[in-house]
T-cell receptor, first 118, second 107 residues
């Protein structure tokens, strides 16, 4: 299957600082990428959908000024958690949709980034 | 998006087939049924998807009823590494995850 790389896998930061998470599709072009958040013992919650070259679409209740998403190329999307606070501590997971051939519309996921805000 | 209903948890003996059911009685004609699984502390892994016909790949088989109101994911020979949370999703452009089924494969 297609490979999505997410970096870093684990980050600890101080309250008030910003953290950037990268998501790359390694062997396919992803016109659409997605960002999810998962709290312990809960399911994944979709935060936003990003299309290459355009603004991200955020789900209801997700603060767009706090979670900045940039999808500047067909293989890279970034999520920046601005002014992070302890309640932002979570598991952040990206996915990329392969828009070609038989694999069209399949979303492939990164390994996730565990964010701990002190 | 159609809602899916799955049992909270299931057990399966190692080497036996694991049959995971999913109800999606309100699914519309253009919604695919997708299955993913998430092993602890990892990103979800794509398993299989289908629209109307049954599907099979190297990981699993997907059986969809003729009325498309339910489906079953079959792992033909479950191993301990198949222990995970399995998600059945009716897909219309983005994956919305429910609570899934926690499958425990036991020796």
């Amino acid at each position: 299957g297609a490979v999505v790389s997410q970096h870093p896998s684990w980050v600890i930061c101080k309250s008030g600082t910003s953290v950037k998470i990268e998501c790359r599709s390694l062997d396919f072009q992803a016109t659409t990428m997605f960002w999810y958040r998962q709290f312990p013992k809960q399911s994944l919650m979709l935060m936003a959908t990003s299309n290459e070259g355009s603004k991200a679409t955020y789900e209801q209740g997700v603060e767009k000024d706090k979670f900045l998403i940039n999808h500047a190329s067909l293989t890279l999307s970034t999520l920046t958690v601005t002014s992070a606070h302890p309640e932002d501590s979570s598991f952040y997971i990206c996915s990329a949709r392969d828009g070609s051939g038989r694999g069209a519309h399949i979303q492939y996921f990164g390994a996730g980034t565990r964010l701990s805000v002190l | 998006d159609a809602k899916t209903t799955q049992p909270t948890s299931m057990d399966c003996a190692e080497g036996r087939a694991a049959n995971l059911p999913c109800n999606h009685s309100t699914i519309s004609g253009n919604e695919y049924v997708y299955w993913y699984r998430q092993i602890h502390s990892q990103g979800p892994q794509y398993i299989i998807h289908g629209l109307k016909n049954n599907e099979t790949n190297e990981m699993a088989s997907l059986i969809i009823t003729e009325d498309r109101k339910s489906s079953t994911l079959i792992l033909p020979h479950a191993t301990l590494r198949d222990t995970a949370v399995y998600y059945c999703i009716a897909y219309t452009g983005k994956l919305i995850f429910g609570q899934g089924t926690t499958l425990q494969v036991k020796p």
